[in-house]
């Protein structure tokens, strides 16, 4: 089993749909979580890290779960630029002290006029 | 703030060659650095963990006798694929995480290495 397991998509929505996206992961131990995006060929930019409390800012909503060990991303009145790829990331602490961030492979969104 | 540089950009290479690249965190001092290696429509893969003044700490499967990595400041990791082969192509990403920061990442621009 993955680590960390995304629906890879692709999502093929409408502009201004309202689109969600899970990630799972399997280390309770796992302590931080974050949202990237990465466009084609281009590096992974933090998007927003996610909180117990949930965070939001502007259309987009993160939700963590940990006692079912699930992220979400919720993306609202979706645009065109928002097609990318988005990562679910969780970092977890080592015996040694060390933070090891994990990757989902990604889950693909296509935004159509 | 925070910005990663990666140099150079794009390398192409023949096989058998050595390429070097470099991962510099401009504006911060950086803890810790991560290697990773992005084969085309698939996830990131963490090659190595770089922490400055010791030894890279390796994932599984990755050999550290063909991926060097020496992390000689708090600003500057540097990867080195040694003898090349075209199964090496591929995406190098470094990322940098900030002294005393959060456990927030942040990447360089990659290095898109091919070996024919």
């Known amino acids: 089993r993955k680590e960390v397991e995304q629906d890879p998509g692709p999502f093929n929505v409408p502009e201004g749909a309202t689109v969600a996206f899970n990630c799972t992961y399997s280390?309770?131990?796992?302590?931080?979580f974050f949202w990237y995006r990465q466009d084609c060929r281009k590096e992974p930019k933090l998007l927003m890290s996610?909180?117990?409390s949930g965070n939001e800012d502007g259309r987009f909503t993160a939700q963590l779960n940990r006692a079912s060990q699930y992220i979400s991303l919720l993306i609202r009145d979706s645009k065109l630029s928002d097609s990318a790829t988005y990562l679910c990331?969780?970092?977890?602490?080592?015996?040694?002290?060390?933070?090891?961030?994990?990757f989902g492979r990604g889950t693909s969104l296509i935004v159509h006029p | 703030g925070a910005v990663v540089s990666q140099h150079p950009s794009w390398v192409i290479c023949k096989s058998g060659t050595s390429v070097k690249i470099e991962c510099r965190s401009l504006?911060?001092?950086?803890?810790?650095m991560f290697w990773y290696r992005q084969f085309p429509k698939q996830s990131l893969m963490l090659m190595a963990t770089?922490?400055?003044?010791?030894?890279?700490?390796?994932e599984q499967g990755v050999e550290k006798d063909k991926f060097l990595i020496n992390h000689a400041s708090l600003t500057l990791s540097t990867l080195t694929v040694t003898s090349a082969h075209p199964e090496d192509s591929s995406f190098y990403i470094c990322?940098?995480?900030?002294?005393?920061?959060?456990?927030?990442?942040?990447f360089g621009p990659g290095t898109r290495l091919t070996v024919l």
């Open positions: 990331v969780v970092t977890t602490r080592l015996p040694g002290g060390s933070y090891i961030p994990t």
């Open positions: 504006d911060f001092q950086a803890t810790t």
């Open positions: 990322s940098a995480r900030m002294v005393g920061g959060t456990n927030e990442q942040f």
């Open positions: 770089s922490n400055e003044g010791s030894k890279a700490t390796y």
């Open positions: 996610v909180y117990s």
């Open positions: 280390n309770s131990a796992s302590q931080s």
